[in-house]
């Protein structure tokens, strides 16, 4: 598997079980080794400091438009997702959703919505 440029796609992989070891893990690993040689970049937002969107409207308004004012692990994410080629998302599902972390990462992407 190659981009149009030649080089190796670049795969951002969020794995949102707690359990270790999972078998959303185990499932992820699966579908990611099935894609050949990939530049990789997985994310434990479990392990991570990544706070819930407070909807402050921050990042639409203001001199810092289009960043988050928090500060925290989530512009490890961030900076990645901008450059990915693929985006996947590998949870177990809990009563009603996602787990609360995978769910802080989902609402923060609010960043990059345009108010437009």
Not at 5 to 21: D, H, T, V, Y
Not at 29 to 51: A, C, N, Q, W
Not at 72 to 86: E, G, N, P
Request: charged share 20%; net charge positive; glycine share 8%.
């Amino acid at each position: 598997m190659q981009t149009k440029g030649g080089e190796k796609p670049l795969i951002f992989a969020i794995s949102g079980s707690q359990r270790n070891p999972s078998f959303t893990e185990k499932m992820l690993d699966t579908l990611i080794s099935g894609m050949g040689d990939v530049e990789l970049h997985k994310f434990y937002p479990h392990r991570m400091k990544i706070g819930p969107c407070t909807s402050c409207w921050g990042c639409w308004i203001g001199k810092n438009r289009g960043e988050c004012v928090q500060r925290d692990d989530f512009q490890k994410i961030l900076d990645i997702y901008a450059r990915c080629d693929y985006f996947i998302v590998a949870t177990p599902v809990y009563i009603f959703g996602f787990p609360a972390t995978v769910k802080n990462v989902f609402d923060r992407f609010f960043v990059i919505l345009d108010p437009q």
